[in-house]
């Protein structure tokens, strides 16, 4: 199995930047994906984005393209959320997540097989 533990979050002001980290263990990883969603209160969980493990092709939610950044370093089996101008509204739980099947599919939970604790970011006004 795959254990997932997210860290990096905290409270920020608006406009600051935090990088989130997602480190695996408990195997050689070797995921197809990694994926990064976030969930506010009442809200649904939201697809951030995600990076292929195996070529660091990324993928991004429409709304955070330009902001965020992800990224992975294979050595460490650590994969990075950068987030810069942070706004209030990106307030939220970050979830990581690694999909170990093989496939191609990406942005929806279900297509994750692991998923870590969650990280808290808190944006301020």
């Known amino acids: 199995q795959v254990q997932l533990v997210e860290s990096g979050g905290g409270l920020v002001q608006a406009g600051d930047s935090l990088r989130l980290s997602c480190a695996a263990s408990g195997r050689t990883f070797s995921a197809y994906s990694m994926g990064w969603f976030r969930q506010a209160p009442g809200k649904e969980r939201e697809f951030v984005g995600a990076i292929r493990w195996s070529n660091t092709r990324t993928y991004y939610a429409d709304s955070m393209k330009g902001r965020f950044t992800i990224s992975r370093d294979n050595a460490k089996n650590t994969g990075y959320l950068q987030m810069n101008s942070l706004k209030p509204e990106d307030t939220a739980v970050y979830y990581c997540?690694?999909?170990?099947?093989?496939?191609?599919?990406?942005?929806?939970?279900?297509?994750?097989?692991?998923w870590g604790q969650g990280t808290q970011v808190t944006v301020s006004s």
């Open positions: 997540a690694a999909r170990v099947r093989y496939g191609l599919a990406y942005a929806k939970t279900e297509d994750y097989d692991y």
